[in-house]
């Protein structure tokens, strides 16, 4: 167990290691607990006693103008999004530095789902009340968009090939996982006994592991039993995965983690993420200011003239890379950049890592260097993500 963003979180589980957890969800299907409980509850898997793991908060914004607060927030298209689709953006500060990143779900043009990072509870929560506050104060009480943080809601994320398989079991017969593509959500329930009554859930197809998978979004006071329904699958295909694994996974599929790849000085297009902002929220001259999100001027800029860094994934040899080792020019030994996570690639048997570097060492296939522990290390820069990713899109027609 350790600490982090204020919260214990196994690293582990006693029967996997790391690497074998990793192997795990790439080849069977694996179970997270990336529950936010802002009240404090105790949960139990398999008699015996956890801590809940938290990663995410989950919010809901209801009302006739919550679109035009959403896309105030964040540099996102709400208005092209079908109900029940998701889509990843980024809430960004004045300076077009990253906040936090997000996935937005639309229910409907009055309904949206949003999960943020737990470890940003208060900064996110401070920035939605100012914001909402200030578009509210103009508007008549019927028409103001109510914010609703979701406490006592449990989340749990099922990742592998394995998994659609095994959540299906649980779910009616005429709701059907394969109707539901990445990107998708749907409402359901899951009967545990004929004696109880059925517990809704919220089912979004996607995660942060590369493979295919779903987050479910449960009442809290069911999300011990229908954890513990799915790992007593009959299939034995599912087993609870820890923190370790979660990190490599991630990173094998090239996705950041707030506080170590993004941070609120960085902006979309240092991050790589300029493709969360769609031509339609790029015009700048012809938005009205009200109409902009927070910080367009910023990253417009850098759009438009380029930036000093950029975030890429690595490939070191003879060495693991870890956050905030210097990235090297080969030939001049000048600190070009840093890394922010790293980690050794159960998948490819590489070490891998990601971070920034300047602007025009960018390239894929640069040979770099770095210094760690003391020690100058070969490497390149290497395209992410590092896997291919497995997510489900539907069968291509033939």
């Given at each position: ?13 006693e ?18 607990d990336?529950?936010?409980?802002v009240?404090?509850?105790?949960v ?19 009302g006739?103008n ?12 709400l ?16 300076e ?17 789902y ?10 996110d929560?401070n ?6 506050t ?26 592998g090939?394995?998994?659609k398989h095994?959540?299906?079991k ?25 004696s ?13 592991t ?20 799915l790992?007593?699958d009959?299939?034995s295909s ?17 996705m950041?983690?707030?506080?170590h790849?993004?941070?609120d000085?960085?902006?979309p ?8 902002i ?8 012809n ?8 910080g ?17 994934g ?14 090297l ?11 922010t996570?790293?980690c ?19 390239k894929?296939?640069?040979?770099i ?15 992410m993500?590092?896997i ?11």
């Amino acid at each position: 167990m350790v600490e982090f963003g204020g919260w214990s979180m196994p690293v582990q589980y006693e029967d996997l290691s790391i690497g074998d957890s990793h192997r795990w969800v790439r080849e069977k299907c694996g179970l997270f607990d990336v529950s936010h409980m802002v009240v404090s509850i105790t949960v139990t898997f398999l008699s015996r006693p956890m801590l809940t793991l938290s990663f995410t908060q989950q919010h809901q914004f209801t009302g006739p103008n919550v679109q035009e607060y959403l896309m105030r927030l964040c540099p996102a298209d709400l208005t092209s999004l079908s109900p029940y689709s998701s889509t990843l953006s980024v809430l960004l500060n004045e300076e077009g530095g990253i906040i936090d990143d997000l996935i937005i779900t639309k229910h409907s043009d009055n309904a949206f789902y949003v999960v943020t990072n737990a470890a940003n509870a208060t900064k996110d929560y401070n920035h939605f009340t100012k914001h909402l506050t200030q578009l509210n104060a103009k508007l008549p009480a019927d028409s103001q968009t109510k914010h609703t943080v979701m406490h006592n809601q449990g989340l749990i994320a099922l990742q592998g090939p394995e998994s659609k398989h095994v959540l299906q079991k649980l779910l009616p017969s005429d709701d059907s996982l394969d109707s539901v593509h990445f990107g998708q959500s749907l409402i359901s329930s899951i009967q545990l006994s004929p004696s109880l009554p059925a517990v809704p859930v919220h089912i979004a197809r996607g995660g942060y592991t590369g493979e295919d998978g779903f987050e479910i979004s449960i009442p809290g006071a069911q999300t011990d039993a229908i954890t513990t329904a799915l790992l007593h699958d009959p299939s034995s295909s599912v087993r609870l995965i820890g923190l370790g694994a979660r990190d490599s996974l991630r990173l094998e599929a090239g996705m950041c983690l707030y506080g170590h790849d993004l941070d609120d000085t960085t902006t979309p297009v240092e991050a790589a993420l300029t493709w969360l902002i769609p031509k339609s929220r790029r015009d700048v001259e012809n938005t009205p200011a009200e109409k902009q999100f927070i910080g367009q001027a910023q990253v417009m800029n850098h759009i438009k003239n380029g930036v000093t860094r950029r975030r890429v994934g690595f490939v070191v040899e003879n060495a693991v890379p870890r956050e905030n080792m210097e990235v090297l020019d080969k030939d001049s030994g000048e600190v070009v950049g840093r890394i922010t996570s790293g980690c050794p690639s159960p998948t490819l048997g590489v070490n891998i890592g990601m971070g920034y570097i300047k602007n025009g060492l960018h390239k894929s296939g640069t040979e770099i260097a770095f210094k760690i522990r003391g020690k100058t290390r070969t490497g390149k820069v290497a395209k992410m993500p590092f896997i291919q990713t497995k997510y489900w899109k539907g069968i291509a027609p033939a």
